[in-house]
């Protein structure tokens, strides 16, 4: 499940960045990726679309790369599944 | 005679976007030959809609990836032209001004977006919304993707926007408070919310556009961008760039009068003042290319307007909207561009699908075919609902 959800992710933040998913690891930091503040907004919105999830401001900040992501998202996502 | 106001400036790059050809030179082929781009709209279908006519650009595609993810199909016309107008120069990075106007901004995002919110009862925005719908996003598309860091800002004042862009480029010039400037406009107009306000409005003609004529049955809605690049004469002489002419003058007015009828008074006072402007006579000016929307409304004001202040003997009018359509903050980039390119070629475009000439609207209009003629002066007018008004002085090179 985590790997598949890695996957998932990093497809998501591909598309959104407009760039190739070869670029991303399980462990990219956004900004070693060139990612920046409106490109993350983009990512979260379409992590919340993707997973049908709100990903509070609190938490949005805390994120700084793939595995952020991969870990708060999952945890929403078990947390909507109670 | 006025006082001498500072540098001369010259026009070093024209880009266009319309419904009549993307580029200037597909742009002033179809001028030259009158051919029309006014046909059914495609982009959007609205079923029971009074009007099914528009100017629209067919297939329009410009940018990467990420530019089209992050600016509307505005700004997105913007850029195109603004890539054909700065080819091959190299602008002063903060000495160089970028002034846009628009009359609409993203409309064509907002309206999709308000339309989840609802219709659809979404609860969230994509979060590129504001940049996307915000009026001045051409200025900041131009001023960061060519690295222009001078005064940068937008205009708006309806029909009249990209006018007074221009003029206020050309004033910064003149007087040395910028090197350089890309200034112009651009408006999308084909989505569902603008297309039902001006329907609303019964102004958009059934058919097709015809200013000046009898029986006129209103304005074509278009879109496109056009886009400018202004220099000092002298040191675009100097380096020996290809000179599309020159802005001499810039006159403005406000009718204050009515929010949708135009007075005359407010018309004639911006081409008197552009005249002045240019230390120029009347009889000097050669030809108008006129605000000629085609609707009951403007084409007899402006035409009197005219006569007032040329005499029965005027200059030769048209209106080139017959073609490309009212692009509202679009109109005065594109048709100072029209201008330009009237005087660069000794050829007047004309004033497409005219019949008979409407005895409300004096004037010698140029109709259906282009006129040779050697022109060294030119306007190009533009005026607003809510009765704003600008207008240019060009002058061949």
């Known amino acids: 499940m985590p790997e598949d959800l890695t996957a998932r992710v990093i497809a998501i933040v591909a598309k959104t960045t407009h760039k190739p998913i070869e670029a991303f690891a399980a462990d990219s930091s956004f900004e070693s990726l060139g990612i920046d503040s409106l490109d993350g907004i983009q990512i979260l919105f379409a992590l919340e679309q993707e997973f049908d999830i709100s990903i509070p401001d609190d938490e949005a900040k805390k994120i700084r790369g793939i595995a952020d992501v991969v870990e708060g998202v999952g945890k929403l996502i078990d947390a909507k599944q109670g | ?397």
């Not at chain 2, 030259?32 to 009007?51: H, N, V, W, Y």
Request: aromatic share 6%; with cysteine.
């Open chain 2, 1 to 397: 005679m006025s006082p001498d106001l500072g540098r001369r400036v010259a026009v070093t790059g024209i880009g266009v976007v319309s419904a009549i050809g993307t580029g200037a030179a597909a742009f002033w082929e179809s001028l030259r030959e009158g051919r029309s781009g006014i046909a059914p709209i495609r982009q959007i279908d609205i079923p029971g809609l009074k009007f099914q006519n528009g100017a629209e650009i067919p297939d329009f595609a410009w940018g990467d990836d990420r530019e089209r993810s992050l600016y509307d199909r505005f700004a997105l016309m913007a850029g195109c032209a603004a890539e054909e107008a700065l080819e091959g120069l190299s602008l002063p990075r903060e000495r160089t001004a970028v002034i846009t106007g628009s009359c609409l901004g993203g409309n064509h995002f907002e309206d999709a977006s308000y339309r989840e919110l609802y219709a659809e009862r979404r609860t969230r925005f994509n979060p590129v919304t504001i940049p996307k719908i915000m009026e001045n996003a051409p200025a900041s598309l131009i001023s960061m993707k060519w690295g222009l860091a001078g005064p940068a800002y937008t205009v708006a004042s309806a029909c009249s926007s990209s006018n007074h862009a221009i003029g206020q480029a050309f004033w910064m010039i003149r007087a040395g408070l910028a090197d350089a400037a890309v200034c112009g406009g651009a408006d999308a107009t084909f989505s569902l919310g603008i297309l039902r306000a001006w329907e609303a409005m019964r102004v958009v003609s059934p058919d097709t556009c015809r200013p000046f004529c009898a029986g006129r049955p209103g304005m074509i809605l278009g879109e496109g961008a056009a886009m400018l690049v202004l220099e000092p004469l002298e040191e675009a002489r100097a380096r020996g760039a290809d000179i599309f002419g020159e802005i001499v003058g810039f006159g403005m007015s406000s009718d204050a009068h009515h929010i949708t009828q135009p007075s005359g008074d407010g018309a004639e006072r911006a081409m008197r003042a552009a005249l002045v402007d240019a230390s120029l006579a009347p009889e000097a000016v050669g030809y108008i290319n006129a605000h000629g929307t085609g609707t009951q409304a403007n084409d007899p004001v402006e035409c009197q307007a005219i006569e007032r202040l040329f005499g029965a003997r005027g200059p030769a009018i048209s209106s080139t909207k017959s073609m490309h359509g009212h692009t509202l903050g679009a109109a005065g980039a594109i048709e100072a561009v029209a201008a330009l390119l009237a005087l660069r070629h000794g050829t007047l475009p004309p004033t497409a699908n005219f019949t008979t000439q409407s005895p409300d609207c004096p004037g010698d209009i140029v109709a259906n075919e282009a006129r040779a003629a050697s022109v060294e002066y030119a306007l190009s007018n533009s005026f607003a609902f809510g009765g704003l008004n600008a207008v240019l002085v060009l002058r061949a090179t």
